[in-house]
């Protein structure tokens, strides 16, 4: 009598551990826009031209990296990252233009 118990405790346990696996899923994606994002921190000439974006960046990737039931949700949230990190490194490469420019025109 005690075996069958053992056999669906066993079971039910597995059962549990198998749905741990399973329902969460972190869009590979994800790790495209991370590297996007480190590479324009890696940058010294950008890094600390639009922090505020670059901090948002950062967020939205952290958010992107967390693993999703809802793969359309994943999928979303990589999508926004990347569009952060883009705006990050386009004003951060504004804004080096713009000292450019200021230098050229105090020559």
Do not use: N, W
Not at 19 to 24: P, Q
Not at 44 to 55: F, G, W
Not at 72 to 96: F, G, M, N, P, W
């Amino acid at each position: 009598m005690i075996r069958p118990v053992k056999l669906l405790l066993r079971g039910a346990a597995l059962l549990a551990l198998a749905s741990c696996f399973h329902g969460s899923v972190k869009d590979p994606a994800a790790d495209r826009v991370r590297a996007d994002l480190d590479q324009l921190q890696a940058d010294p000439q950008l890094d600390s031209r639009a922090p505020v974006a670059l901090k948002e960046a950062q967020e939205a990737v952290t958010a992107a990296e967390e693993p999703q039931k809802d793969p359309a949700l994943s999928a979303h949230l990589v999508y926004i990252a990347d569009r952060k990190v883009q705006t990050a490194r386009a004003l951060a490469e504004a804004r080096v233009a713009e000292d450019q420019l200021k230098a050229l025109q105090g020559q």
